[in-house]
């Protein structure tokens, strides 16, 4: 089976209008979109575009950096969640079932433990709203010292407790140092949605790492692809390359179907 492909929207030349993004979407070989968080009228046209198009949004890029819900200040945390609550909102005017999160930062001044516990309790919170509006809350790590090894993080979804609060999956970015193919085992039915990067570098590999064009790194793409099958994944997968014009683009989706062809 063949996943459906995506790219950022925001990666589309500014230049053109919104109807036109979608409509280049389409004609470049991808089949939907991950947006972000917009007011009420822009998700409107957003969506009305996309489906005159013929393309998806499937996922609204909230992020959260900007006010984690692993902060100890009262205010950051409401922020972050008077902000997370407003993506969720937004991805369901825009037709999207999940939202990326980033739910904690772990650094000098913020101790991992106290990022764990209090992010969970921000998102127990938030899940009713996620389960009202049927937008799954998708949490994925970014290289923010946090959830680092597949098992804490199966156990830390489980904690949360709801199945609308579930793991976004980002092949690229646990290659510095591991395997991706290990984590979507261990993750399994948890992940609902899955990033594209490649990655030089790596475990045994030196310590120098980047990160790639699709394909030229170091991942094991027909290991990742027996790994989603394993575990029954069949759902969207969404670059984060940057842009290029039509021809990069549509050879970016044929790099997609060629490493990522049935195993």
């Given at each position: ?10 990666d589309l ?43 998806a ?6 992020g959260g ?23 969720l909102?937004s ?41 009202e ?6 949490v ?5 010292n ?26 690229g ?23 594209l ?32 099958d394993e575990v ?10 940057g ?19 049935p195993a």
């Amino acid at each position: 089976m063949e996943f459906k492909k995506a790219l950022i929207f925001s990666d589309l030349p500014g230049t053109l209008s919104v109807e036109d993004r979608f409509k280049m979407v389409r004609d470049v070989g991808f089949d939907g979109v991950e947006s972000s968080p917009v007011e009420p009228a822009e998700a409107a046209r957003m969506r009305a575009a996309a489906e005159s198009a013929g393309v998806a949004i499937h996922s609204v890029l909230y992020g959260g950096w900007h006010t984690p819900l692993s902060s100890g200040d009262p205010e950051v945390v409401e922020k972050g969640m008077k902000g997370l609550d407003a993506a969720l909102r937004s991805a369901r005017a825009q037709g999207a079932d999940g939202v990326l999160l980033v739910p904690g930062v772990v650094n000098a001044g913020s101790r991992y433990a106290h990022a764990y516990e209090r992010s969970q309790m921000a998102l127990r919170q938030l899940a009713p709203v996620a389960a009202e509006l049927e937008v799954s809350i998708l949490v994925e790590g970014v290289w923010n010292n946090f959830l680092l090894s597949p098992l804490e993080f199966a156990r830390y979804l489980d904690e949360v407790g709801s199945p609308w609060v579930q793991a976004y999956f980002d092949v690229g970015n646990v290659v510095a140092f591991a395997w991706p193919e290990d984590w979507i085992r261990t993750l399994g039915k948890r992940i609902k949605k899955v990033h594209l990067k490649d990655y030089k570098g790596g475990p045994g590999l030196g310590s120098n790492g980047r990160f790639v064009h699709l394909g030229e790194g170091s991942i094991d793409w027909q290991g990742v692809r027996r790994a989603l099958d394993e575990v029954g994944y069949t759902g969207w997968v969404t670059t984060e390359l940057g842009g290029g014009d039509e021809a990069w683009w549509k050879d970016l989706a044929a790099r997609i179907d060629r490493l990522l062809a049935p195993a």
